[in-house]
């Protein structure tokens, strides 16, 4: 495959709603550019480090019925803990960025975690992710098979950082009394995000 399509494969991929979308969103809505773009950065740091080799060692042993559920069971029950942590930010019981700011997770640690309890990334590399891989070094060695992931993260990371940028502009223009409303929308979308990863799971595998 070339640099371009895989481009458009992970561009195209990143842009479904999803887990690491709407974390990206909300981290950019609550906290600033900065940490939308730590939380972007982090899925595709799991992917190198641990979704590839991991694939590459197991090959076909990727998670399918029970395993995918329970993976899908713990990341929607992350996502519905950080939603419920906007709420508390809502209700003034979160602390905030200022002051012992240590409690609260790190942006790109959300984003971590969250990629690596969502099943889905797990089926996509070792599946299609590894079939491509595989394929371009049959074809053109290490740097065929560097191709496919070196695309597809360019492509993911441009729509990722993509909506760091137009959440971040937006968030310019809210009132100053708008941050309740941005901590209560913010709660919505993780709850919604990890209530719809929890339903897709079991739709797909049971």
């Known amino acids: 495959m070339s640099l371009l399509l895989a481009y458009a494969m992970g561009f195209s991929v990143a842009s ?5 979308l709407a974390l990206i969103a909300t981290e950019t809505l609550r906290r600033g550019a900065w940490p939308g773009a730590q939380t972007a950065l982090a899925p595709m740091c799991v992917d190198a480090c641990v979704m590839l080799p991991l694939v590459m ?14 993976i899908g069971l713990a990341g929607g029950a992350f996502l519905f803990w950080l939603g419920l942590q906007s709420f508390r930010a809502r209700s003034g019981g979160a602390v905030p960025d200022g002051r012992r700011g240590s409690r609260r997770l790190p942006p790109f640690l959300k984003g971590v975690l969250t990629q690596l309890t969502n099943p889905y990334a797990y089926i996509f590399w070792g599946t299609v992710g590894f079939a491509f891989v595989r394929e371009g070094f049959e074809a053109h060695g290490l740097k065929g098979a560097f191709s496919f992931p070196a695309g597809f993260w ?41 209530v719809f990863l929890v339903w897709a799971v079991f739709t797909d595998h049971l």
Request: glycine letters at 16%.
């Open 16 to 20: 479904m709603p999803g887990p690491i």
């Open 57 to 70: 060692v197991l090959q076909s042993s990727i998670p399918s019925g029970a395993g995918a559920v329970a």
């Open 154 to 194: 360019l492509g993911a990371g441009t729509m990722n950082f993509l909506v760091v940028y137009l959440v971040s502009r937006g968030r310019r223009y809210l009132p100053p009394g708008a941050e309740p409303y941005v901590h209560a929308f913010s709660g919505i979308l993780l709850i919604g995000a990890g």
